[in-house]
């Protein structure tokens, strides 16, 4: 049966790079087998999202899926054969064309390529790099500040040893992959993810994705990052925003609060008539840049305490206050 990838992935024939990529980032953070443990169907899912999305990703890849199918893979073979059947010399011979020059009819140039991409006995298989492959990982703001490690359950294709990726034994069909010249193991692998990520960040691990082809170099595992949201911090790029409290007597008067910045305290100067609302920068104070380089800027709002409560005293000092301050307000009238 036809593998119908959009169907897989719930999206339409015409869905855009953008939503292709948002609905395999659903699916795969609902059927990830860290998430589905021993569920063996969410397992069979998974596999299913990671291969459509592997072919639907990719421009080229999803030109021939679209034009031929589950076919899309021998696209350049079909083509070829195509090209061949067009040229001068070739001669319609009932259901088939032959060519003049004794190079056998068309069924058995079709299996003579085949061979070759399969590593068969007729010539040696053309080096492909094998396919990337995503898997999504979310991660806390700390852990996206100071760096973390992450262990990758993948459910990768390697290599048959037995008969090393030609699918054939002696002409025969292997029995260990079924001719496909690959066969699917469990391994788990511990990715570092550097300090600066942000969400959408992709984390690349060089020749850890899909097996090449013929001796092809593997292709590249990537981690796609999604930061969990913090419950004091927001964040716009490598710059945090924090909202903290100020006694009223502080935002009048000036002081000093004490600021928990994602790494540290520090003491944070308040200027003498602070207004309820007032960002002041910490630099420096924000996340590392991806890669290295300057820290972002942490900006801290100032958000002023009103007292609760009033003892007789301070009650005292604050009608004193209004009377001074009504006194004033008349002398400049």
């Not at 991660?139 to 990768?156: C, D, M, N, P, Y």
């Not at 990726?165 to 511990?190: K, N, P, S, Y």
């Amino acid at each position: 049966m036809a593998k119908d990838f959009y169907g897989i992935l719930g999206v339409s024939r015409g869905a855009s790079d953008k939503e292709i990529r948002s609905a395999y980032r659903k699916l795969a953070r609902k059927y990830h087998p860290d998430v589905t443990p021993n569920d063996r169907a969410a397992e069979e899912r998974f596999k299913q999202i990671t291969a459509a999305y592997e072919v639907l990703s990719d421009p080229d890849k999803r030109r021939k899926y679209d034009k031929y199918g589950d076919q899309w893979e021998h696209a350049d073979q079909i083509e070829e054969m195509q090209k061949r059947q067009a040229a001068p010399g070739w001669a319609r011979t009932g259901n088939a064309r032959s060519f003049d020059g004794g190079l056998g009819d068309f069924g058995s140039i079709f299996d003579s390529l085949f061979r070759r991409e399969r590593g068969g006995p007729r010539g040696a298989p053309a080096a492909r790099r094998g396919q990337d492959v995503e898997t999504p990982v979310e991660i806390s703001l700390e852990e996206a500040f100071h760096g973390t490690t992450r262990t990758v359950r993948l459910q990768a294709p390697e290599v048959c040893t037995t008969c090393g990726g030609a699918g054939e034994v002696a002409g025969a069909i292997c029995h260990t992959c079924d001719g496909t010249g690959q066969v699917v193991r469990d391994r788990r692998l511990e990715v570092k993810v550097p300090p600066g990520v942000k969400t959408g960040s992709r984390v690349r691990v060089a020749n850890e994705g899909r097996p090449g082809i013929g001796g092809g170099p593997s292709g590249d595992l990537y981690l796609v990052i999604t930061v969990q949201p913090h419950s004091r911090f927001e964040r716009k790029g490598d710059d945090l925003y924090l909202e903290v409290p100020v006694p009223l007597t502080d935002a009048v008067l000036g002081g000093e609060v004490e600021v928990r910045t994602i790494d540290g305290r520090v003491a944070l100067r308040i200027p003498e008539l602070t207004q309820n609302g007032r960002q002041i920068r910490l630099g420096g104070k924000g996340m590392p840049a991806l890669g290295g380089g300057k820290r972002g800027d942490l900006f801290v709002k100032v958000r002023v305490q009103l007292p609760e409560h009033l003892s007789p005293e301070e009650r005292e000092h604050f009608e004193a206050l209004r009377a001074l301050s009504k006194e004033k307000a008349s002398v400049g009238s």
